[in-house]
């Protein structure tokens, strides 16, 4: 094998990013054999009917066995599965729709930035860290929705237990434009160079650590515009570097399939498919959604490691070897081995991503302050800020 088709195959890049290949997993036919449990197949999606899942799901053997049919769909399938009434208890659901809209209206009040990841901040009502506040706010409330069976179902089917829950409120308001197409966490928040910068295993890697999923707080007719996916995409492989290239956007945006949802249905899917909420073209509905990411347990250092005492410790060190001539890449290796690298989890409230995908690393800041020779006090300063906007 040639030296350059073996750097393609562990480096993928944009000239990787081939529309044909793209289009000949878009095209895939998603086979009814493939979903036994499932109620029919809609525009492409296997659709449940809760109720059958809860009865099939009786005993550990048969959990499993549908879990495992879950779990080929978000995999090898079409990459989404939406669960009819997954959330059967409309008093439950109207409860947390009630807490949700308290939030907003304090939070609008307040003034607070409202970053969004995929349109233009202010496009629509967004509450960050939604299940940190709704347990404090409303245990009751937080604990009925919570208990759902089938979340914890899907979840566990993709991630094994000990997942994580996080959840976004999003409220898409009558003229509110849609997103642009993309993928989710992790690598799909990241720039074209960054995501790049990774080798091809973690370009497969990173949809299993997480599961995205959103819960209908409200009916959504095809007019409010409910999210629009591109089944079997997340099987494309290049597809964090291709989501921002003209030609894959054009042919999303004339391929893309579009499903009315009701109060209490559940949508999970991969997040490397290629997915945008919709345009709410409708005259009243304002469309809400709890937007869930689940993560995997596994996502966590060994170590519990103060990083900001070690980039105060080790700036000295770098601005004097700066001084002595040391190069640039020099000082970048000895920062990456200090300061936090990835600037999530963090309280979006406070560190909103309004100038990009994410907010500024610790290691950024680092980086930063030896390019631009900072005072140790003004780092000192800078890092125990951004460390407040992260706790909240």
């Known amino acids: 094998m040639s030296s350059v088709t073996e750097r393609a195959r562990t480096w993928p890049t944009e000239a990787d990013c081939d529309l044909e290949a793209f289009t000949s997993l878009a095209e895939q036919v998603t086979d009814p054999a493939d979903h036994p449990s499932a109620e029919r197949i809609e525009q492409n999606v296997p659709l449940y009917d809760s109720g059958r899942l809860r ?4 005993d550990a053997d048969a959990r499993r066995a549908l879990q495992g049919e879950l779990t080929r769909a978000l995999l090898d399938g079409p990459g989404i599965v939406v669960l009819k009434r997954a ?9 947390m729709s009630d807490v949700f809209r308290v939030l907003i209206e304090e939070e609008r009040a307040s003034g607070a930035a409202r970053g969004d990841h995929f349109a233009a901040p202010g496009a629509n009502d967004r509450v960050w860290n939604a299940l940190d506040k709704v347990a404090l706010r409303a245990p009751e409330t937080f604990a009925d929705y919570y208990a759902n069976d089938l979340l914890a179902l899907v979840a566990e089917a993709w991630l094994g237990p000990a997942y994580q829950v996080t ?15 993309h993928r989710d966490y992790h690598l799909g928040f990241l720039g074209q160079e960054q995501a790049a ?3 091809a295993h973690v370009h497969r890697l990173s949809p299993v650590l997480t599961l995205q999923g959103a819960v ?11 999210t629009l996916y591109l089944p079997h995409t997340q099987k494309y492989e290049p597809g964090y570097l291709a989501w921002r290239l003209p030609r894959f ?11 009315p949802l009701e109060k209490g249905d559940a949508v999970f899917f991969n997040p490397a498919l290629f997915h945008a909420a919709g345009h709410n073209r409708s005259a009243g509905v304002r469309r809400m959604a709890n937007l869930l990411q689940i993560s995997s347990a596994f996502g966590r250092a060994m170590e519990s490691v103060d990083r900001e005492a070690m980039a105060n ?10 001084s002595e001539g040391a190069e640039r890449e020099w000082l970048h290796r000895v920062v990456a081995a200090t300061a936090e690298g990835y600037p999530f989890p963090t309280d979006l409230d406070r560190d909103p991503p309004i100038d990009g995908l994410a907010p500024a690393s610790q290691a950024d800041t680092v980086r930063r302050a030896v390019d631009e020779g900072w005072d140790p006090g003004r780092l000192r300063h800078e890092l125990r800020v951004a460390a407040r906007r992260r706790r909240g």
């Open 167 to 181: 959840s976004q409120v999003n409220v898409v308001n009558p003229g509110g434009a849609a997103q642009r197409p």
């Open 197 to 199: 910068a990774y080798p």
């Open 249 to 259: 956007v054009e042919y999303f945006d004339a391929h893309h399939v579009q499903l």
């Open 87 to 95: 959330f059967p208890d409309a008093a439950a659901v109207d409860a």
């Open 313 to 322: 410790a080790v700036f000295p060190v770098l601005l004097r070897r700066k």
């Open 55 to 58: 009865s099939l799901a009786t």
């Open 216 to 226: 209908a707080h409200c009916d959504m007719p095809v007019e409010s515009g409910p």
